[in-house]
């Protein structure tokens, strides 16, 4: 059972979870196009991750570029 006091680590446990990496870039995917104003290229999507202080996010999603 997972614990509702924080959510699982999906990046940095590997996603050894309940979700699976095709969950999780699915996910991923969706916010990113639903950035409309302006759109969001992966590019644009990672760099912004990058400034938001999330270097090790945007570094491990830049691994799976062809799903997200």
């Known amino acids: 059972m997972l614990s509702t006091d924080r ?6 446990s590997g996603v050894k979870s309940i979700w699976s990496q095709g969950t999780v870039c699915e ?5 990113r196009e639903s950035l409309e104003n302006p ?4 590019r644009d999507f990672l760099s912004t991750l990058q400034k938001q202080q999330l ?3 945007a570094s491990i999603l830049r691994q799976y570029t062809e799903f997200i």
């Open 7 to 12: 959510p699982p680590n999906i990046l940095t």
């Open 27 to 31: 996910a991923i995917k969706l916010q």
């Open 39 to 42: 759109p969001s290229t992966l």
């Open 55 to 57: 270097p090790r996010t």
